[in-house]
């Protein structure tokens, strides 16, 4: 299967992708992590994109969309896939659809994850990462069993730069400017699935279950 998550910064979707990968075995590309991946290793791409994401503004589309692509030619990608921050805008939208075209496969379904803007910002203050192996955790869902260090590596837990107060304003502005109106272009084509994931992950995962069975995706 091959699907697009969309929503807001905060609205869950690297969690709902993590949980879609162990379930089914769904290839997760995040956008995010191929960035921060980079940044960490002081290569040219990641240099080139730092500026922008500490801003809270998206990295430029001629830098991203390529990335994508080269991601989305690896083998393991031939068959399923689900992307977890691309598109963020409609032109990147567009280039995906040409280079599926090209390749003669297509989008199944759009995960779209509901959440109101307060539990949004609730949840990014309450976000924390691990600075070496990335895994997500959170003050109040997710705590680390010792403080400030990762339950699965033993790595440092930080907060992520672009996830302190100043800069969330300006990424959740960017999203409304910029990415949400990729609802309805979606929405247009019937792939719109939308997920109310205010409840906790469980109950988004079985409506998520449910939905992607009805359309004979699952
Ligand atoms: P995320 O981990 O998805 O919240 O992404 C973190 C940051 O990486 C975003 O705020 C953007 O600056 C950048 N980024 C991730 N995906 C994209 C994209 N598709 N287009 C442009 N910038 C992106």
Do not use: W
């Amino acid at each position: 299967m091959r699907l697009i998550l969309l929503g807001a910064p905060g609205s869950g979707k690297g969690t709902v992708a993590t949980a879609l990968h162990q379930q089914y075995g769904v290839v997760h590309i995040s956008t995010g992590d191929i960035f921060r991946a980079n940044i960490k290793a002081n290569t040219p791409l990641g240099l080139e994109a730092k500026s922008f994401i500490e801003k809270g503004e998206l990295v430029p589309d001629s830098v991203t969309i390529s990335m994508l692509e080269d991601r989305l030619a690896d083998p393991d990608c031939a068959e399923s896939f689900m992307l977890d921050g691309f598109p963020r805008t409609i032109a990147q939208a567009e280039e995906l659809d040409r280079f599926l075209d090209k390749n003669s496969k297509k989008i199944d379904a759009v995960i779209s994850l509901c959440v109101s803007d307060a539990i949004i910002v609730k949840r990014i203050s309450e976000r924390r990462i691990c600075v070496a192996c990335g895994a997500g955790f959170s003050l109040t869902f997710r705590p680390s069993l010792v403080e400030g260090v990762c339950d699965e590596c033993g790595g440092e837990i930080i907060q992520r730069e672009d996830d302190k107060p100043e800069t969330v304003l300006n990424r959740l502005k960017t999203y409304y400017e910029k990415t949400q109106p990729l609802v309805d272009y979606y929405e247009k084509r019937g792939l719109v699935l939308p997920v109310d994931n205010e409840g906790g992950l469980g109950p988004a995962m079985e409506d998520i279950r449910a939905g992607l069975s009805e359309r004979g995706i699952l």
